[in-house]
C-alpha cells in the first residue's frame, strides 16, 4: 500500500453499485477478468474517466476508506502510472461516499468539488 493510505476511488456504473448495496460487496467485471478492482487516487481519476469512460453517463464514484478494506491493497504499474488495485470484493462497509459522476456537455470529467 502507498504511504499514507489516503482515499481511494472506483468508477462505478450506478447499476452496478446498487447491486453491490443488496449484496454487500462490490465486485467490478475486472475482478473476474483480471483478478483485480481497478482504482485511482483522487489525483488520477479525471484522466481516467476520459480516457475509458468518455461520454458514459450514469457513473458514481466510490470513495473508498483503505482502512476498511478486507481484501488486499497494492499499488501496481501500468501504462499510465501507479495505481491502486483491490484484490478481492470492496465491502460496502470500505465506500465512505458515493458521488455522481457525470460528464461535461463535451463528453470529459471534471474532478467533483466535494472530492
Known amino acids: 500500500m502507498k504511504a499514507g493510505g489516503g482515499l481511494i476511488v472506483n468508477i462505478a456504473k450506478r447499476n452496478d453499485w446498487r447491486r453491490a448495496i443488496e449484496r454487500g460487496a462490490y465486485e467490478a467485471e475486472s475482478l473476474e477478468t483480471e483478478g483485480f478492482i481497478h482504482c485511482s487516487d483522487p489525483s488520477q ?19 473508498i476508506d483503505p482502512a476498511r478494506l478486507t481484501a488486499p491493497l497494492r499499488y501496481e504499474p501500468s501504462k499510465r502510472g501507479t495505481f491502486p488495485h483491490i484484490y478481492g470484493p470492496i465491502s460496502v462497509a470500505a465506500v465512505t461516499r458515493v458521488l455522481d459522476f457525470p460528464p461535461g456537455a463535451d463528453g470529459t470529467f471534471e474532478l467533483p468539488a466535494d472530492l
Open 45 to 63: 481519476v479525471v484522466d481516467t474517466a476520459n480516457a475509458l469512460f468518455r461520454s458514459e453517463t450514469d457513473l458514481v464514484l466510490l470513495c
